[in-house]
Nanobody, 125 residues
């Protein structure tokens, strides 16, 4: 069965950095686009970043562009989200998702087939 397990979340001061990881299993990782989304308390889930199955194409939400970097290691079946210059408004539960058999990611949550449980990121001011 498909499993997506996020890790790397935690508490960090504003301006700090975190690196999230999402370990995938149960599907052909190298054939699937991946995405990161986040959901803050009382808010709707929002798109953060996506990456193509080869890793050659990435796409970011305007709110994180220039601060976050998505990458993947197909040999390790893992996708990463490097988050720099964190702001209190980045506080949320971050989840990875898989878009099976598609080359490219999407900013729409409904385009993804499976989701991880999420990891909490809290940025203090």
């Amino acid at each position: 069965q498909v499993q997506l397990v996020e890790s790397g979340g935690g508490l960090v001061q504003a301006g700090g950095s975190l690196r999230l990881s999402c370990a995938a299993s149960g599907f052909t990782f190298s054939s699937s686009a991946m995405g990161w989304f986040r959901q803050a308390p009382g808010k709707q889930r929002e798109f953060v970043a996506s990456i193509s199955r080869s890793g050659g194409s990435t796409f970011y939400a305007d709110s994180v562009k220039g601060r976050f970097t998505i990458s993947r290691d197909n040999a390790k079946n893992t996708v990463y989200l490097q988050m720099n210059s964190l702001k209190p408004e980045d506080t949320a539960v971050y989840s990875c998702a898989v878009r099976s058999t598609y080359s490219f990611g999407s900013s729409r949550a409904r385009d993804y087939d499976y989701w991880g449980q999420g990891t909490q990121v809290t940025v203090s001011s």
